[in-house]
């Protein structure tokens, strides 16, 4: 019977950063997930690298924190960071006594501001609102979640974690009052087993409050919805907020060849977290607010639409979750409920992952009298190393884009350089790496790997080739139309809230193209 030191339920940005630490310390480490990672609120928001800035006035707490780990990040993850900038613009039904208080609030947590003119703003940013009377520029930044996770997966197994994806946790091993392990189900075989440990760590996000029940312990979660819309192109070179206390549709971020723009705010069952569907009314919320940061945002196609469920700590009676802190939380159960084994580490935003997995894998060091310092702050994940080489030809630098250093693992040879997807220029060589060392097994797993699928087209052109060369490298030729079918099914659910005009054609040819 193999034992590990600690099991980490949960592959999100938490989960995956903490088997990353965990595994750099030397801990016999198990990273588990019911689905592939990134696929709950870490693969759900706006990619937005935050500087702390929004949430300065109200929560100051947590503004420290993302400012801290933003200067963190853009150094060990720099292949995941775009330095966009970012600017707090001021409206004239915003006045100018907010941006005042935020200017003080943000240099008090440390966070450096720049008054601009109305004026200087709009020479930085021409798409953003000519009536805007306030400009704050602030260092806000773009981020790729997927490859975030992805990069974080990939040093922990470098490092020895075991990581097993599309295992379900079914129960809690528990003997007395001391947690001993979980039993998981394979979900590809259907197959059962008790997996031990020293310590196990739930890090499974809104989730997190079902895992703790198998504890019989209690969180109190909050599931809050935010809803996000996808446009064709990007709308500006920087992170653009509107500068008022938080609200609906107020922040657009520039990703890749695309925007994002949202997000909305409230409480949801928590039935409904695991189908989670974006509404027409939250649809035309989010153009009617966004279009007042950028104008042209409302005569721009929208190709999709999505939601997450933000994994806060309850503590008011908030209706729509927005005053209800962002800081870390970290439950020792064995304290807070007299139930050993059993750590809870949820709350806080993407940006402070790291931080949030520092935290944790301190603990279990302290408790397992494991004395190794936590690293993750210095050591660059996997791609974000120094630059080793250059780009030789367009498909080779647009992989690099992603893949950073990792490109040394690909082969551009005439056949490796074959781009599959036109959008975001992936090639054979991009996905046969993805198959290899990332642990893609569907088109999903895929796209969240290598972004296959993502840009304007939304796959209309490319997932054909994409199922069939997939489906060669993992040895299964024969099933590359249900590996299609599956990611068209899923994706469908993002493509109808915003099926109009432009849209509407597109997704009538990619019906007629594809069958469905």
Known sequence: MKEFDVIIIGGGATGAGTARDCALRGLRTLLIEREDIACGASGRNHGLLHSGARYAVNDPESAAECIKENMILRRIARNCVEATGGLFISLPEDGLEYQSDFIKKCEASGISTEVLTPQKALALEPEINPDLIGAVKVPDASVDPFRLVSDNVLDARLHGAEVKTRHEVLSLIKEGVTIMGVKALDKETGLTENIYAHYVINA?????????EMAVVKIGMLPAKGSLLVFNQ???????????????????VPGDVVSIIGTTSDKVPFEQCDNMKVTKDEVELLLREGSKLVPRL??????????????????????????VSR??????????????????????????YRLMAQMVTDLVCKKLSFEKPCQTAQLPLPGS????????SIVMKAAMERQGSQVQAMTFDQKGSEIICECEQVSRAEI???????????????????????????????????????????????????????FLQRRWKGIVPVCWGDGLAEAELLRKKYGR
């Open 327 to 352: 800081g870390v939380v970290l439950l020792d159960h064995s304290q807070r409920d007299g139930v050993r084994g059993f750590i809870t580490i949820t709350g806080g935003k993407l940006t402070s």
């Open 204 to 212: 499974a996000g809104i989730w997190g409050a079902h895992i703790a």
């Open 385 to 392: 190393e120094p630059d080793k080489l250059k780009g030789t």
């Open 234 to 252: 990007r709308l500006a070179k920087m992170v653009i907020n509107r500068c008022r206390k938080p609200a609906n549709a107020d922040i657009l």
């Open 432 to 486: 046969s790496y993805a198959v290899k060392v990332l642990g893609v097994k569907t088109l999903d797993d895929l796209r969240r790997r290598t972004r296959v699928g993502m840009g304007p087209c939304q796959s209309c052109y490319c997932i054909k080739k994409a199922a069939m060369l997939l489906a060669q490298e993992l040895g299964t030729p024969k099933q590359a139309e249900n590996l299609e079918k599956e």
């Open 298 to 323: 409302s005569d721009t196609r929208v190709i999709r639409a999505y939601a997450g469920v933000r994994p806060l700590v309850a503590s008011d009676n908030d209706p729509t979750g927005r005053n």
